[in-house]
């Protein structure tokens, strides 16, 4: 071993998780998945690995794949992959498994995911997702289950109903206001996915920076101007007409109806709008749980029809850039051309996907990850350490009761002992000294108690000669007077 | 999208999980963190990627990564690789934060590791691990703990008392057996890997097997030859005394004390066991569930003290290679240098990793991870497609009721509904046309007590006649109906 040693460090955008994170991003698992077992979905889990091609991720006309993603080859040369999302594994799975899966397909799955990017603040090259899809279903019904059922998700969250609003749109109605405004062909590709990435930035740059990026362009506070579609005047009012200010959802897609009239793919969209809004209305959720915004793009990649985005409302201080609102939670959409690249005939599907790191952060905002701070184990000290074996009996008998106990296995002296259990934060320490072995007794001291006793008492001689919180009891009665100690702090 | 359309398929080695496969992974690993969080141990996470360094992968003298890990540049030219087990990843966990963590540190956690080798039957390129390790301790009372929590695991697991062992050795043991042969210094390490792999395969080869690699070598079954140790007949004999069938764990260090009488490190390592011996033996746990085993090797990597193996001993039919018993299912070890990579102090370490697959394959075998196979969804039919508005508002009030149910989102008659509905598993389905919707009825059909009337029915008419277990009830009373039905057939 060389003296130069390593620097223990991890690549940027990743981060290890401790016990309270990881016990609060259970909980949060575990109430989602009830919420979609309930639906009927059920889980299933792919490798994070995949050929490169089958995730869709080979640059166009290259050989070599998106940067964006982690891609290595074996030792056959072929191509692999770390998954960047859940959605291309899932479609690669349900071709593979075509004939044996039931159809319609309900299926849920949580994992990571991995992407080749700068990170920065809040974005990470890790990061989990937990998602639920519905596969060979075109009708409308599996996209407004699936609006209904992230409405449900957020209220068995604890997010209270009005913290939060699923949104849904259809990209072809804004397929269609692209041709009300003749942004049509493949000239015009480049232009398209401008108008959409401006619109997309709306809830960032508000009405005023839209504009702007639809028409000449925007120059933003660092001074760095971007160029914006090159609209006229006519073209953006209709574009920005999807921001208006409309009340209620009938509404919405009446406003925007209008705009629509010579397109018929806007047609279409808006009757597919319609319907999911009447499926959600008769299930009682169009009483602002689920909600018609034809603003919601939604990424720009395989989404062929509807769109949905779920949004935490509630205000938050300090929030990023200003924007008062938590934002967008996750969302998702109809993909029906995705499991098509594998199969012969059209396969339809839709799902969603959670970001489980910002909903559990906007959780943690509103303070429904908090649990009894759970305490820790019991510590059997090791006074005399030739007789270590007792201690550890000691151990064992707490174990064998289901008492969450540990031997202290360092080499430091009693006061290190005690500074280790208050680190743990054990509700009590066991005590034997040869003194107590010849009486068969233990010494037990409740931490918690003489915390509290030690914040009364007032000089250094005193808290010897009480020894608060501290008592002997008969070796048979450890677990017993253990116990009673738990039960006093409410352990579980 | 091109007519050439993609195979669906996943890279060797790499496979996907259904829901009883991850129902039975789920109820596995709650066991096992229940055991680990009644020791004392806490939960942590690291991500799957680490840099290559920090896993120690790097080829000797060359700077290129391992050929068995999946390692990658990202965009600063970095060599990142994917984990290729949990204890790399620890050890640069606790080197990072090392004063903020209480000392010594226990803790625990499961997640997948990936290897690029090439699989083969039960040999995968991603796969989990449960580890659990205790960091800062160098007692061999944490050797001990390990190796009674291994125990207490096989038994929460449902492992009956005598169907598995976990056995104990010293890595310096064994080192003190080399030198007792005068297998010592730089010029015999080649030699001592040769005895050290050729005495892990006792379990396959025998004692014969083991004999002939320690001597000249030895031809398999294909005619392929393995080149011996070349050891002379005397040292053979050394070696092979560590498999001499000497019952108890006591004796089985009195057998090879003789052996070790003039090497240090075996005095050393000797001692080492029997204090371990001493601790499990105070505790209960001498009865059989930890012995002293002069024979396990436990890879050659890192180990530097304690060793231990985690066997299952029952018989299995048709084992691989015609072993009669089903064999290891984790195991570890003291690794006091793997944390000290990083830091200027000694850092002790031990701990051990289960395999999860592996062991799950066992537990399935032993029929311990069969659950009352779950009841699928209760299935609403759509038999007017203009009223899917309504069969939708019985799904929703049958889920706000938890009950687990779907609205068919297909598009078949009902024939394929029904289909589809047996293939899930249902228990029931609910159908209304307008007769019934006329009379505010709804049809319920009980899939299971259907199935079974079915086969004491004669005729095509007379099943038609009969609609066995098929009911109206009225709208409002659906709930309730399928609640009995439910109940009726023990469902969850």
């Given at each position: 071993m060389?003296?130069?040693?390593?620097?223990?460090?991890?690549?940027?955008?990743?981060?290890?998780?401790?016990?309270?994170?990881?016990?609060?991003?259970?909980?949060?698992?575990e109430?989602?998945?009830?919420?979609?077992e309930?639906?009927?979905?059920?889980?299933v889990?792919?490798?994070?690995?995949?050929?490169?091609?089958?995730?869709?991720?080979?640059?166009?006309?290259?050989?070599?794949?998106?940067?964006?993603?982690?891609?290595?080859?074996?030792?056959?040369?072929?191509?692999?992959?770390?998954?960047?999302?859940?959605?291309a594994p899932?479609?690669?799975?349900?071709?593979?498994?075509?004939?044996?899966?039931?159809?319609?397909?309900?299926s849920?799955?949580?994992?990571?995911?991995?992407?080749?990017?700068?990170?920065?603040?809040?974005?990470?090259?890790?990061?989990?997702?937990?998602?639920?899809?519905?596969?060979?279903?075109?009708?409308?019904?599996?996209?407004?289950?699936?609006?209904?059922?992230?409405?449900?998700?957020?209220?068995?969250?604890?997010?209270?109903?009005?913290?939060?609003v699923?949104?849904?749109?259809?990209?072809?109605?804004?397929?269609?206001?692209?041709e009300?405004?003749?942004?049509?062909?493949?000239?015009?590709?480049?232009?398209?996915?401008?108008?959409?990435?401006?619109?997309?930035?709306?809830?960032?740059?508000?009405?005023?920076?839209?504009?702007?990026?639809?028409?000449?362009?925007?120059?933003?506070?660092?001074?760095?101007?971007?160029?914006?579609?090159?609209?006229?005047?006519?073209?953006?009012?209709t574009?920005?007409?999807?921001?208006?200010?409309?009340?209620?959802?009938?509404?919405?897609?009446?406003?925007?109806?209008?705009?629509?009239?010579?397109?018929?793919?806007?047609?279409?969209?808006?009757?597919?709008?319609?319907?999911?809004?009447s499926?959600?209305?008769?299930?009682?959720?169009?009483?602002?749980?689920?909600?018609?915004?034809?603003?919601?793009?939604?990424?720009?990649?395989?989404?062929?029809?509807?769109?949905?985005?779920?949004?935490?409302?509630?205000?938050?201080?300090?929030?990023?850039?200003?924007?008062?609102?938590?934002?967008?939670?996750?969302?998702?959409?109809?993909?029906?051309?995705?499991?098509?690249?594998?199969?012969?005939?059209?396969?339809?599907?839709?799902?969603f996907?959670?970001?489980?790191?910002?909903?559990?952060?906007?959780?943690?905002?509103?303070?429904k990850?908090?649990?009894?701070?759970?305490?820790?184990?019991?510590?059997?000290?090791?006074?005399?350490?030739?007789?270590?074996?007792?201690?550890?009996?000691?151990?064992?008998?707490?174990?064998?009761?289901?008492?969450?106990?540990?031997?202290?296995l360092?080499s430091?002296?009693?006061?290190?002992?005690?500074k280790?259990?208050?680190?743990?934060?054990?509700?009590?320490?066991?005590?034997?000294?040869?003194?107590?072995?010849?009486?068969?007794?233990?010494?037990?001291?409740?931490?918690?108690?003489?915390?509290?006793?030690?914040?009364?008492?007032?000089?250094?001689?005193?808290?010897?000669?009480?020894?608060?919180?501290?008592?002997?009891?008969?070796?048979?009665?450890?677990?017993?007077?253990v116990?009673?100690?738990?039960?006093?702090?409410?352990?579980?």
């Amino acid at each position: 071993m060389s003296d130069q040693k390593l620097k223990p460090r991890l690549p940027r955008g990743l981060v290890d998780r401790g016990p309270a994170e990881i016990a609060a991003t259970r909980r949060m698992l575990e109430k989602i998945q009830a919420v979609y077992e309930r639906y009927g979905f059920e889980p299933v889990e792919t490798p994070a690995i995949e050929f490169t091609d089958a995730l869709g991720k080979f640059l166009p006309d290259q050989d070599r794949p998106n940067e964006g993603v982690f891609s290595f080859q074996d030792d056959d040369e072929q191509w692999l992959s770390l998954r960047y999302d859940l959605t291309a594994p899932l479609a690669r799975y349900v071709a593979e498994n075509f004939d044996a899966l039931p159809k319609p397909y309900r299926s849920y799955r949580a994992g990571y995911v991995f992407r080749n990017e700068k990170p920065g603040p809040g974005r990470f090259r890790q990061f989990m997702q937990f998602d639920a899809d519905t596969v060979g279903s075109a009708t409308m019904a599996a996209d407004a289950e699936i609006c209904m059922m992230a409405a449900d998700t957020m209220e068995a969250l604890g997010i209270p109903r009005g913290s939060y609003v699923v949104k849904v749109n259809n990209r072809k109605v804004l397929d269609g206001l692209l041709e009300s405004i003749k942004l049509t062909g493949p000239d015009n590709e480049l232009k398209r996915l401008t108008v959409l990435r401006a619109m997309d930035k709306f809830d960032r740059l508000g009405r005023g920076g839209v504009q702007q990026l639809l028409g000449e362009g925007r120059k933003d506070e660092s001074g760095d101007f971007t160029r914006g579609a090159g609209l006229n005047a006519a073209a953006i009012e209709t574009v920005l007409s999807v921001f208006a200010n409309v009340p209620a959802s009938e509404n919405k897609l009446a406003h925007i109806q209008a705009r629509l009239k010579d397109s018929e793919t806007g047609q279409r969209g808006l009757q597919e709008l319609e319907e999911i809004w009447s499926l959600v209305n008769a299930s009682g959720y169009g009483d602002g749980r689920v909600v018609i915004d034809p603003s919601v793009v939604r990424g720009l990649e395989y989404y062929t029809g509807p769109v949905y985005e779920i949004e935490l409302t509630f205000q938050v201080q300090g929030g990023q850039d200003g924007t008062p609102r938590f934002g967008s939670v996750g969302g998702g959409g109809r993909y029906d051309g995705l499991v098509s690249r594998f199969r012969p005939e059209p396969v339809p599907a839709t799902g969603f996907s959670i970001g489980v790191s910002r909903l559990q952060a906007a959780l943690s905002y509103l303070g429904k990850l908090e649990s009894t701070a759970d305490l820790g184990p019991v510590v059997v000290t090791v006074l005399d350490r030739a007789r270590i074996a007792d201690y550890q009996r000691f151990v064992a008998r707490l174990r064998a009761d289901g008492i969450r106990a540990e031997l202290y296995l360092g080499s430091g002296k009693m006061a290190a002992q005690f500074k280790y259990a208050d680190r743990r934060n054990s509700p009590c320490v066991i005590i034997q000294g040869s003194d107590e072995q010849q009486r068969g007794e233990v010494q037990i001291k409740d931490l918690i108690e003489g915390a509290r006793a030690a914040g009364a008492i007032a000089s250094n001689q005193q808290w010897r000669e009480s020894r608060p919180a501290q008592f002997a009891v008969p070796e048979a009665s450890l677990v017993e007077a253990v116990r009673e100690i738990l039960a006093r702090h409410g352990a579980r």
